[in-house]
């Protein structure tokens, strides 16, 4: 045996294992916050790290992990943290944790050096010139929720506010000026109606002309009954002879009257048709009162959307801020699905690897469970939240361990505030499903700045809030509804109202103690949108009403009077002739109807007492016949 | 250059005064990692044991780098080799399974079918190599030594760079 040689590596080996025992500490910790770092995009510092060889694992003294949207601020800080590593897997390069023990975590506590990376502090001072090319990149890479969302929020944020000012509205207001008769449609309406009227009327009097044409006929009828005269009938053939007169006659006159009768139905149709004009004359003057109240730029007394516009601006950035995790947790939590590492090629045959079942196969990452302890009591800072609760399976493969990444952590601020967050992040199939519920009572909300600086600029200063807040992530789909309600709040406004709706939206704002606040964001086909509801809107709007209401209502009926008064000429030219013409058909058809009657009358009469008398000179022809058969009887018994 | 160091290995190797054992048992135990085609932990293992034990360093070298050689022809004879012991040897594909849930036994990528064949050889001509080198030292010692030594190219090569440095180092005892 080489003893020189053993001397040789023997010493250099043990120098190295004392460097590695000496420094691993430092080396690991430097490790865990680089690669923390890289993940988070803010600073990541552990404090007073020590690794164990028995167990293998780890424990540390604090650790913070700055936020990167606001440096000055952790996104949450622990106090000891402790974790034993499974060896054997170790041996393979596996890091499995069965459990972590995380103590007193805290969030959103107050740093005291800036945690911004020293590459984002650059690149923030970079921004303005960077811009430009970020958009260029964004063009080929899918777009984060919060670029999805960002036009929809945008929007919401720079919404304009509309003129409410009354008093000026009233000044400026020229009713006759917006009143242009060629723009009222009820009027043209009217106009178009009436020479409608005209040309009907022409094809009435046609038709009034075709009906006396009968009027010959009906003479001849009369003049015919006449010549029957039912005293001068002395037999039975003249009776009979006089009924088929009078049967023709009562033809002719069931035929002028059935050709009467249809020509009156076809005529009092067409009279009638115009009569549904009024009802649409009705339905355009509303119109044309709209479009000049439109033009007259009254605002809407119902007020909607108002409170959109005082709470709107705050919400948005804070919904912009809230998407940036949800992006966070989606590009940090690994589907399993990266390339593969890229291999060396093997300049040898490579041959091939033979794999053999596995009693049970590991990620290269696995903490099975972090148990999270929010600290006792009595060390709680009443500014923080403190958490308490469990995370289970964070892999780097889900496909492997089988199991989502869930979360259910709850906490306290202050003994009031309780927060509660239940999240999965499911990665096991090719369509990654996220789903998070967040529920938060008693907040105290110091100061919240509500209004705009264009309307009203506001802040609420003292207020309990409270929340719950639903999101569905399932692949690029995006879902997510909030419910915040505002209890015993107060208010403090910036400066005095500048106008009427001002001032009514300061009246309601100082007199209300509370409102509720819905809010949902979905995306479909990629573009976001945003719906946003308050029961604030109705507190404002039922005030507004009271207070401008009977304003504007008068100035309404100011511009409906104008409009009726422009309407009602043309109206009363349409009804004075359309009532003169139906008066001359309904009148003349009357006059037809009474002549008409009158004949049919005569004739049935006339039928009935010519078939009277022929019921009687049969009957008497009858007697005389009987009477000669007895007399013929009785002079037979006479010869004999 | 690598050829006059190989030429130099070559010559050092049979010079006077190693033991046959150190020179065959180290051109063995070279020979071992020469012919597996990677860096695996068994290789690692082999060096240590050429390192610790009192074997002729430059016979490992250059069995190392003979082996390296000559293994490209026979690859494809361990491929076979080892697929046929990794896949149709159904009595040994317990001792597979279990050597692939074990935590160290994948290092040595066992269940690579070059690795296990070329492993397979290089153990089994073990024996025979270490005894056919010895005895082949032997011959040469006695019988051609002394006539090699009076050739011009083993005086040049000999008092070369290397051949200088090598002696420098050997002399303090680190290496045979």
Known sequence: MRTKFVLFILFPALFLFLLVYLFADQWIESGLEYSGEKVVGAKVEIDGLSVTLSPVGVEFARLQVANPQDGWKNIFETGKVKFALDFGQLLRSKFIIETMEVNDLILGTKRDTDGTLEGKKQEQTEQPAIASASSDTSATAPASFAQQAAPVLQAKEEKKTPVFDIERIQRELKVDSILNVQNLRTVQYYDSVKQEVQRASEQWETTLAEIDKAKPKLAEVETNIKAVNVAEIKNLESAKSALENVKRAYESANEVSKSFTERKAALTDQVNRFSSAYAEGERLTKEDFNAVIGLARLPDVSMRGLAELILGQEMMQNVGKYLYWVDFARNNIPSGLGNPEKEEPNRRLEGQNIHFPVERSYPKLWIKKILVSGGTDKAQNPEYFYLKGEVLDISNNQRITGQPLTALLSGTKGGTTSLSFAGRFDRRTDLPVDDYQVKLAGLNVGEMKIGRSDFLPSKITRAVAGADVVVKVPGNRFESTSGIAFENLTMVFDSAPKNTVERIVKDVLSAIRGFNVRLRLWNSGGKFDMAFATDLDDQISSRTRKVIGDEVARMQNEIRSKVNEKIAGKRKEFETLFNQKKEEVTGKLKAYESQVNEKVAMVEGKKKEVEKKIDEETKKQAEGVKKKAEEKIKGLFKKN | ?176
């Open chain 2, 1 to 176: 250059m690598f050829i006059i160091k190989l030429l130099s290995d070559f010559l050092k190797i049979l010079r006077a005064g190693q033991a046959p054992g150190q020179v065959a048992g180290g051109f063995a135990l070279g020979s071992i990692v020469g012919l597996s085609p990677t860096l695996t932990l068994q290789g690692l293992a082999i060096w240590l044991i050429i390192l610790i034990l009192d074997v002729n360093l430059s016979a490992a070298i250059l069995a190392f780098t003979f082996f390296s050689l000559v293994a490209y022809v026979f690859d494809p004879i361990f491929h076979s080799l080892g697929y046929l012991l990794l896949v149709d040897v159904e009595a040994l594909k317990g001792l597979w399974t279990t050597l692939y849930n074990a935590p160290i036994a994948p290092l040595t990528r066992f269940n690579n079918t070059v690795v296990l064949g070329s492993l397979s050889v290089a153990l089994l001509f073990f024996f025979p190599l270490y005894w056919g080198i010895k005895k082949l030292y032997i011959a040469y010692r006695d019988h051609l030594h002394t006539k090699i030594e009076q050739w011009k190219i083993y005086k040049i090569v000999s008092k070369s760079v290397i051949v200088q440095w090598y002696l420098k180092i050997r002399d303090w005892g680190i290496v045979a």
